[in-house]
């Protein structure tokens, strides 16, 4: 087991501890919860960084790093809908969105075909990271409440725009 396997690995046992602490109904357990999702949202850099730079890409980490991305960002967003922080048809587009790749992917596999992430998908991936940071932090402030409005439609658009690439992209994936 190769050190980006490793962080992939130690994202998804974070999940439930960011859950948590997130869940936790006192002034600095969101901070904690903030700090694990911040942690795992490096490790999400790092691990796909050292495994190109060091040739330790492999068929594991391949599947296993998107997941581990899908479980962070879903599982946040879900519990962020359950506190009323962002609205549930938005997270649901989201999830969709992750679904379909997933199966696009899926498919593309079977043919022997690997489906990289497109800048799209990388921009989006960093504007839901950073929208969920701000959701977490919930401070207080119209500046502040501007902000994440922007961040939560920035990363809607950004998923329906990486959606649309990904299928166009590849669109030879579905022939038969």
């Known amino acids: 087991m190769n050190l980006p396997n490793k962080l992939t690995i130690l994202r998804v046992i974070m999940i439930p501890f960011f859950l948590v602490f997130l869940y936790l109904n006192f002034g600095w357990a969101k901070w904690v919860a903030l700090g694990i999702f911040i942690a795992a949202a490096i490790t999400d850099t790092l691990d796909g960084q050292i495994a190109r730079r060091q040739n330790l890409v492999t068929n594991f980490g391949k599947f296993m790093d998107p997941l581990a991305d899908k479980l962070l960002v ?76 922007v961040l939560i439609y920035a990363s809607l658009v950004l998923t329906v725009i990486s959606l649309i690439d990904y299928l166009v992209s590849n669109k030879d994936v579905l022939k038969d």
Request: net charge positive; proline share 3%; aromatic share 10%.
């Open 74 to 149: 879903c599982s946040a967003l879900i519990a962020l809908v359950d506190m009323n922080r962002i609205p549930a048809w938005i997270v649901i587009i989201i999830i969709a969105r992750e679904f379909i790749i997933s199966g696009f992917r899926l498919i593309a596999a079977e043919k022997g075909h690997v489906i990289a992430a497109g800048i799209w998908g990388k921009i989006k991936t960093v504007v839901q990271m950073v929208m969920v940071c701000f959701l977490i932090g919930n401070l207080p402030g119209t500046f502040i409440y501007w902000i994440e409005q």
